[in-house]
Each structure stands twice: as structure tokens, then as C-alpha cells.
């Protein structure tokens, strides 16, 4: 039962954490004016 329920945190967590990351990425996007750098980077606009 309590394995169950760290199970469910751990993933709330992650979808947290990916929620912080993209809005951390667009505001990185925004201020690298369409810059976005992943492993390389790719610009546009």
C-alpha cells in the first residue's frame, strides 16, 4: 500500500517537474528569441 502510494507521488512529481522544465524552456525559448538548444542547437523565425 505505501509502495502504491510513493508510486503515485513519484509521478506527480514527474509531471511536475516536466511542467517546470516547459515552462522553463519557453521562457528560455523567449529570451534566446527562438533559439532552442537541445543537444545542438535550432533557430527559427
Known amino acids: 500500500m505505501k ?6 507521488i513519484s509521478k506527480y512529481n514527474k509531471n511536475l517537474l516536466k511542467d ?11 529570451m534566446a528569441g527562438g533559439n532552442l538548444c537541445v543537444g545542438g542547437c535550432i533557430t527559427w523565425g
Open 3 to 8: 509502495h502504491e502510494a510513493n508510486e503515485t
Open 20 to 30: 517546470e522544465v516547459k515552462s522553463l524552456n519557453s521562457r528560455v525559448m523567449w
